[in-house]
């Protein structure tokens, strides 16, 4: 079975700050990894995902994720956050195979303020 | 262009009152899945359809029915719906390596 535990439940920054949000995730076989973000009152938006290849991902927005197979990590950073960054963000993973469950983290919520 | 479409996007019912929230998907995914979401709970699956007429449980699926009678459409049912299950929902289709999301569901049981 797969989990998904994100680190942090709240991480408060100041505009223009980085900051790294933090996801490791538990299975038995090679997975899939996203992040999604949900902005208030709005639905879920993919920010960047993991298939396969170079273990550093880009995604929208500036936001970017590192793959480490070995400690099963899959944090997502940005170098610079804006206000309109605040959003709660979701780490989600999967099986490599169809037919298998997106199973989701608690969320972090980004505050940015100024 | 790729799509689900989640009704209704807000509804307030009382205590014991069925009712539907409906799913549909435009891109011939056989995974289907509902979901609900709550504060610090993340979003926690209700229940999944891996194709026609295939559903399963997921981790949270007392309260809650659901049909697949075709590939496009996946209701969720609530026959008998408490306060309890006042919250967040959202209907998703997965293709392979990606899932697509409805807007979402806010219910309201009082």
């Known amino acids: 079975a797969q989990s998904v535990t994100q680190l942090d439940s709240q991480v408060p920054v100041f505009e223009e700050a980085p900051v790294e949000l933090r996801c490791n995730y538990s299975?038995?076989?090679?997975?899939?990894l996203f992040w999604y973000v949900q902005y208030p009152n709005q639905g879920l938006q993919l920010l960047l995902k993991?298939?396969?290849?170079?273990?550093l991902v880009k995604g929208i927005n500036g936001f970017e994720a590192e793959f480490n197979k070995s400690q099963t990590s899959f944090h997502l950073r940005k170098p610079s956050v804006h206000i309109s960054d605040t959003a709660e963000y979701f780490c989600?993973?999967?099986?490599?195979?169809?037919?298998?469950?997106?199973?989701f983290g608690k969320g972090t919520t980004l505050s940015v303020s100024s | 262009e790729a799509q689900v479409t989640q009704n209704p996007r807000y509804l307030i019912t009382v205590t014991g009152k069925k009712l539907t929230v409906t799913c549909s998907q435009n891109?011939?995914?056989?995974?289907m899945s509902w979901y609900r979401q709550d504060p610090g709970l993340g979003l926690r699956q209700i229940y999944y359809?891996?194709?026609?007429?295939?559903?399963d449980k997921g981790d949270v699926p007392e309260g809650y029915k659901v049909s697949r009678k075709e590939k496009r459409n996946f209701p969720l049912i609530l026959e008998s719906p408490s306060p309890n299950q006042t919250s967040l929902y959202f209907c998703?289709?997965?293709?392979?390596?990606?899932?697509?999301f409805g807007q979402g569901t806010r219910l309201t049981v009082v």
């Open positions: 989600a993973v999967t099986q490599r195979q169809a037919g298998t469950a997106l199973i």
């Open positions: 299975s038995s076989v090679s997975v899939y």
């Open positions: 993991y298939l396969s290849g170079s273990t």
């Open positions: 891109m011939n995914h056989e995974y």
């Open positions: 359809s891996m194709n026609v007429e295939v559903t």
């Open positions: 998703a289709s997965l293709g392979f390596t990606e899932a697509f």
